[in-house]
């Protein structure tokens, strides 16, 4: 399997603009989280999916941030408008069951500097 | 508010020698405590757990200890070798509360010296 598959790899973009960021889990997985990571924070969670469905997006910072999974082999997490505080690494990951923490496979991970 | 903390941003260690990752947390909640290992571009990954029900968890060269009265782990790298040089995450959960969420620290770079 190619594992988690994230892209972009890289994200420059104005203040302002919307972002879409785009992610496919493991074939089979039916968990499905977002996380962003930043120096001072460290990783968060910020969204995560059960079969498609989104059970907690408590973490997401606000409004501008959302997260939808039309299907079991796409997510995408959308900024609009960006601001520069967005700057982070986020990261998807995708389990089979989500008890098992340690069977979060992470992607690569998108990296975003907002100008 | 952070509520899983490493306090050393950075660790050097001689290549032979012992690696010591601390991290603390604040929710006497958290029963499930994880280690991750990140390289450059690349995802973390899942290295070693521990349960609260346990105080030593060991798996090979790498060793978590728990001090639930401190709410305090460690993660213990003997002998230290150039491939273990990555970015080390621990996190933690409230695994009985049946809750999902990770709780990460801000990680500590270990940097092992040939």
């Known amino acids: 399997d190619a594992g988690v598959i994230q892209s972009p790899r890289h994200e420059v973009t104005e203040m302002g603009q919307e972002v879409t960021l785009r992610c496919k889990p493991i074939s089979g997985h039916d968990y499905l989280f977002w996380y962003r990571q930043t120096m001072m924070r460290g990783l968060e969670l910020l969204i995560y999916?059960?079969?498609?469905?989104?059970?907690?997006d408590s973490g997401m910072p606000e409004d501008r941030f959302s997260a939808k999974m039309p299907n079991a082999s796409f997510s995408t997490l959308k900024i609009q408008p960006s601001e520069p505080r967005d700057s982070a690494v986020y990261f998807c990951?995708?389990?089979?069951?989500?008890?098992?923490?340690?069977?979060?496979?992470f992607g690569p991970g998108t990296r975003l500097l907002v100008l | 508010d952070q509520q899983v903390k490493q306090n050393s941003p950075s660790l050097s260690v001689q290549e032979g020698r012992i690696s010591i990752l601390n991290c603390d947390y604040t929710n006497s909640m958290f029963d499930y405590f994880l280690w991750y290992k990140k390289y450059p571009a690349e995802g973390p990954t899942f290295l070693i757990s521990?349960?609260?029900?346990?105080d030593k968890n060991e798996d090979g060269r790498f060793t978590v200890f728990l001090n639930k009265s401190a709410k305090h782990l460690s993660l213990h790298i003997v002998p230290s070798q150039p491939g273990d040089s990555a970015v080390y995450f621990c996190a933690a959960s409230a695994y009985q509360t049946g809750a999902n969420n990770l709780f990460f620290g801000t990680g500590t770079r270990l940097t092992v010296i040939p």
């Open positions: 990951a995708s389990s089979l069951v989500s008890y098992q923490m340690e069977t979060q496979y």
């Open positions: 521990i349960s609260s029900i346990k």
């Open positions: 999916f059960n079969n498609n469905v989104p059970i907690d």
